[in-house]
């Protein structure tokens, strides 16, 4: 093990994979979108984020958002990434997948 990775498995830091909470989490889906909850592991916390989707006009398009709110569980970092999700689709509709994140 090198000195590098050391120094991250002391202070925290990991893989991208490890950074990443939720990859097992269940995708919804939601008035013809499909959420993908994915928080985010910051430190002891996970970030409010995922993936919003839909297929128009044979394409997918896929956004990401990610919002300041934190759960020190991860289990409901992944209902509330879902509860988000839904709250986007509900204000902006078609709209949101125009943009590229949120």
């Not at 990991?14 to 995708?27: I, M, Q, R, V, Y």
């Not at 997918?60 to 958002?65: E, G, S, T, V």
Request: overall charge negative.
């Amino acid at each position: 093990m090198g000195l590098g990775a050391i120094l991250k498995s002391i202070f925290g830091g990991g893989s991208d994979a490890a950074d990443t909470a939720a990859s097992s989490a269940e995708p919804e889906d939601y008035k013809g979108f499909t959420i993908e909850p994915s928080p985010i592991k910051e430190g002891s916390q996970y970030r409010t984020a995922g993936f919003i989707s839909a297929e128009r006009d044979g394409e997918l398009k896929r956004i990401q958002y990610i919002r300041a709110d934190n759960n020190a569980d991860q289990d409901a970092a992944i209902e509330h990434s879902r509860a988000k999700g839904r709250q986007i689709i509900d204000e902006q509709g078609e709209a949101l997948l125009t943009k590229a994140h949120l």
